[in-house]
């Protein structure tokens, strides 16, 4: 397993193998980078097929939060952490996050935690008994994912406007793949608005009781690309911009809030190619760590008009991409590597 000459290393800054032999613990911390501030990044508990498997996702985790922040006008910098675990196991979970919390505390406010997928705000609170680095926390900013879903909603607003010259979704149609915390909030604020919702997920119970408050059409998972949308929303796992769902779209909008939703950076020129405009993920799914961001010294008012600075953000990427005939996500990297090396000096 490489570590330095690792696909995705990326001038990391620091990279952490965690193991506790009491509790088991297995982690990684990356570090990305920290010219912005101290690095902020979720912890994910996944059932890594292995170490590789964990490495890679933690460093392509990490990246994308120095991105995400940079381009959100956060002063901090990208980081993440992956436990090496059943996210469903519910034994030792007290054990764990606090042997994750002593590694995080022991990196002395480099990186800060939160929750992810995988782990939830309880145990991020075990974690916080270890250490003052954590945020997201239960009574401060809270759930960050209505805040991302309130971006998701503007983003898919920006694009509409860019793409359809149009000031609301009222009578579009918009695929939902993932109705979980981020993806059923982002429904209400799209019925809201008079869209029409077609949904998938893979917990049919809770696809009917969405289905049946948002007057929407559920659909198998399978059937959810190619379905005659103006919108495809990704809202539960990366890479489904691929070779294979990209010969099936039918939307003209991609704009959702999964993290990592192209494959490969070259399905965002196939996508261009397609005439399909491609909102970048880091920068439409910013508006959870926007929130967690003023987290001490927490204001709705103020979390919520930064939210809203999405909007622009993305107009802007838009804009750019048409002038330099340029695939929109490769217009964000560069955006956001100016940020950083600019405070870098
Ligand atoms: P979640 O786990 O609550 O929801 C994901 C949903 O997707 C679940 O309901 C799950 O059943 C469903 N799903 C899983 N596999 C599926 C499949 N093959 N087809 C259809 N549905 C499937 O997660 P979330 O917090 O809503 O996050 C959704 C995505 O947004 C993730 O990629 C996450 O990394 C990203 N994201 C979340 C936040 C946040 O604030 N929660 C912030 C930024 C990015």
């Given at each position: 397993m490489a570590v330095f000459n690792h696909p995705a290393y990326d001038g990391h800054e620091q990279v952490v193998f965690c193991h506790d032999e009491a509790s088991g613990l297995k982690a990684i911390i990356a570090v990305?980078?920290?010219?912005?501030?101290a690095a902020f990044g979720g912890c994910r508990m996944w059932n890594y097929h292995s170490d590789d498997e964990a490495l890679t996702d933690v460093l392509r985790l990490s990246k994308g939060m120095t991105y995400k922040n940079a381009l959100a006008g956060l002063a901090m910098g990208g980081g993440k952490a992956v436990i090496i675990?059943?996210?469903?196991?519910?034994?030792?979970r007290e054990a764990l996050f606090r042997a994750f919390g002593k590694f995080v505390n022991k990196l002395g406010g480099s990186y800060y935690s939160a929750e992810d997928v995988g782990t939830s705000p309880a145990d991020i609170k075990i974690a916080s008994e270890e250490t003052?680095?954590?945020?997201?926390?239960e009574g401060k900013s809270g759930d960050p994912s209505p805040f991302t879903a309130l971006g998701t909603f503007l983003g898919i607003k920006a694009a509409v406007k860019h793409q359809f010259k149009r000031d609301n979704v009222k009578g579009l149609k918009v695929a939902v793949q993932g109705i979980g915390h981020v993806g059923y909030h982002l429904c209400r604020h799209l019925y809201q608005e008079g869209a029409e919702l077609i949904i998938t997920d893979i917990h049919q119970q809770a696809l009917e009781k969405v289905a049946q408050e948002f007057n929407a059409i559920s659909v198998v998972p399978?059937?959810?690309?190619?379905?005659?949308?103006d919108i495809y929303a990704p809202c539960a796992l990366g890479a489904t911009i691929n070779d294979a769902t990209l010969r099936l779209l039918k939307a003209k909008i991609v704009a959702g809030c999964?993290?990592?939703?192209?494959?490969?950076?070259?399905h965002g020129e196939q996508l261009k190619q397609q005439g399909i405009l491609y909102a970048p993920d880091y920068v439409i799914n910013a508006g959870g760590i926007i929130n967690v961001s003023?987290?001490?010294?927490?204001d709705v008012k103020q979390a919520t008009a930064k939210v809203e600075q999405i909007y622009d953000t993305l107009l802007t990427i838009f804009q750019k991409a048409d002038e330099q005939n340029r695939p929109t996500a490769e217009i964000a990297d560069e955006m956001a590597r100016n940020i950083i090396n600019h405070a870098a000096g």
């Open positions: 990305h980078n920290t010219h912005l501030g675990a059943d996210p469903s196991r519910t034994d030792n003052p680095y954590v945020a997201g926390l399978q059937e959810i690309y190619d379905q005659d949308v999964a993290n990592n939703q192209l494959a490969e950076p070259r003023f987290e001490s010294n927490y």
